[in-house]
């Protein structure tokens, strides 16, 4: 079985495991969320940077988060473009992502593949040489692509050094939610990292539940706020999660 580990959590082996996004729009608010997050003892969290508003304290606030969370931290900004919450020009966004390597403010760092692929390697070699493990992502909230062709993204993420691949789809009928979990077996199955891949809305609600199944070693639920359509809350993932647990 294929591991990584970002922390002390080692992703692969078995059950999935729960992450929680923080979408705070300001320090208080993140710093209350962090507080009712860690109350539901998810096993990672993921910081969603584009959605706080004043981005000139990072530092602080991870000093601070670090007090409260008790979870290895991911650090996401994710773009208007890409789905985020703001805009943010190619310049600033690896910019920002190189700081958060330097500054070692993170546990695991995600970048977006759909960018100028030489920096996004660039970035990825600096991560490791920092020792920081990274998950490649592609976001698709319009559709879902192919077998193939999710398989063909997740491939060329193993190809640019990825630690883990990630792919988020957006489904609109079952067929669509097949695809995306045919191509996490296969991804799952063939390519030498593990993947963490959902296709959103209610259709793809079964694609958060069923990772263990078909591959995926990450799912990311709810602690009021979502961060992304579909999420369901940890509770209610957790207890799901427990009863679909492969008797292997
Ligand atoms: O990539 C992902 C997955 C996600 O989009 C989801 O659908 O749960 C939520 C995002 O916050 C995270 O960065």
């Known amino acids: 079985m294929k591991t990584v580990k970002i922390g002390k959590l080692t992703l692969g082996n078995g059950c999935p495991k729960i992450a929680v996004s923080l979408t705070g729009k300001s320090a208080t608010e993140l710093l209350q969320q962090a507080q009712a997050v860690m109350n539901t003892q998810p096993d990672l969290i993921e910081w969603r940077l584009d959605y706080l508003q004043d981005l000139s304290n990072i530092k602080q606030l991870v000093g601070k988060l670090r007090l409260i969370l008790k979870v290895p931290l991911l650090l996401t900004f994710r773009t208007q473009e890409e789905g985020g919450v703001q805009p943010l020009g190619e310049k600033q966004y690896f910019g920002l992502l190189r700081k958060i390597i330097d500054q070692?403010?993170?546990?695991?760092?995600?970048?977006?593949?759909?960018?100028?692929?030489?920096?996004?390697?660039?970035?990825?070699?600096?991560?490791?040489?920092?020792?920081?493990?990274?998950?490649?992502?592609?976001?698709?909230?319009?559709?879902?692509?192919?077998?193939a062709q999710i398989l063909n993204h997740l491939k060329l993420m193993n190809?640019?050094?990825?630690?883990?691949?990630?792919?988020?789809?957006?489904?609109?009928?079952?067929?669509?939610?097949?695809?995306?979990?045919?191509?996490?077996?296969?991804?799952?199955?063939?390519?030498?990292?593990?993947?963490?891949?959902?296709?959103?809305?209610?259709?793809?609600?079964?694609?958060?539940?069923?990772?263990?199944?078909?591959?995926?070693?990450?799912?990311?639920?709810?602690?009021?706020t979502s961060s992304a359509p579909g999420q369901i809350s940890v509770a209610r993932l957790r207890t799901i999660l427990a009863e679909l647990q492969l008797q292997l």
Request: no cysteine; charged share 15%.
């Open 104 to 147: 070692q403010l993170a546990d695991a760092l995600d970048i977006e593949v759909a960018r100028n692929h030489q920096q996004v390697e660039t970035l990825v070699q600096v991560a490791h040489q920092h020792k920081l493990p990274v998950i490649l992502s592609y976001h698709d909230f319009q559709q879902t692509p192919t077998t």
């Open 159 to 224: 190809e640019m050094q990825a630690d883990l691949a990630k792919i988020a789809v957006m489904p609109h009928t079952a067929y669509d939610v097949l695809e995306l979990l045919t191509a996490t077996r296969k991804a799952a199955d063939q390519l030498p990292l593990p993947v963490i891949t959902m296709a959103m809305g209610s259709l793809g609600k079964i694609t958060r539940l069923s990772g263990e199944l078909f591959g995926s070693v990450l799912t990311f639920g709810s602690v009021g």
